[in-house]
């Protein structure tokens, strides 16, 4: 089974500029997330999606951040206009609606630096 | 948001000493996990814990579920090198139906003397 897929795998940027971020879940997962992971901290949610609605978006800074997931597949997150303390992994992971514990799945991650 | 506090910071050991960990949280949870997470990589689980009082085994890996439901705790038996990396507890506010986000720790740094 193919695992979640995240491009690019790394992105830096001038402060200011904007980027964006991709995500392919697993097949079949309804539900598919976006954390944020800041260097040394675990994984703070932004936004979680159930197929194509938004389930949970509160800790999303909505003044510059925004996340579409269309299709109720692929999703983007974007960043608009990015800060310097944006620097972080951008983790996107997928699960199945009836959720157990082992079929909730992270990708490898959008690892960005704003200079 | 919440966090979960999770302890120790970091761990110097030995190959083959036992490693425990734990983590608390001001508020309850339904569900706690435990992740390993290498660099460049995702977290991925380790186990699970949907009940509480609930005590898992995963190999050499055993993890329990607070009585309170506002800890849990992960041991590690006979380390091997492979074993180093960040270990990171997490809960859930509802298990099985819908699947919710996790609020994670910290993250506990596991590190291998040879």
């Known amino acids: 089974e193919a695992g979640v897929a995240q491009s690019p795998r790394y992105k830096i940027i001038e402060k200011r500029q904007s980027v964006a971020f991709w995500c392919n879940p697993i097949s079949g997962h309804a539900t598919l997330y976006w954390y944020q992971q800041i260097l040394g901290q675990g994984p703070k949610l932004l936004i979680q999606f159930q197929n194509n609605g938004v389930v949970d978006d509160s800790q999303l800074p909505k003044d510059r951040f925004s996340a579409e997931r269309l299709k109720g597949v692929d999703s983007t997150l974007k960043i608009q206009p990015a800060k310097l303390e944006d620097s972080a992994v951008y983790l996107c992971?997928?699960?199945?609606?009836?959720?157990?514990?082992?079929?909730?799945?992270f990708g490898s991650g959008t690892r960005l630096t704003v200079v | 948001g919440q966090q979960l506090n999770q302890s120790p910071q970091s761990m110097f050991i030995q190959e083959g000493e036992d490693v425990s960990m734990n983590c608390t949280s001001s508020s309850i949870f339904n569900t706690w996990l435990w992740y390993k997470q290498d660099p460049g990589e995702g977290p991925v689980l380790l186990i699970a814990l949907y009940k509480a009082g609930e005590l898992t085994s995963n190999g050499r890996l055993t993890a329990q579920f607070g009585i309170t439901r506002k800890d849990s705790f992960l041991n590690i038996s006979a380390s091997i090198p492979s074993d180093v990396g960040i270990y990171f507890c997490a809960g859930q506010l509802r298990s099985g139906g819908g699947a919710d986000g996790l609020t994670f720790g910290k993250g506990t740094h596991l590190i291998i003397q040879p």
């Open positions: 992971a997928s699960s199945y609606k009836g959720w157990s514990g082992y079929g909730y799945t």
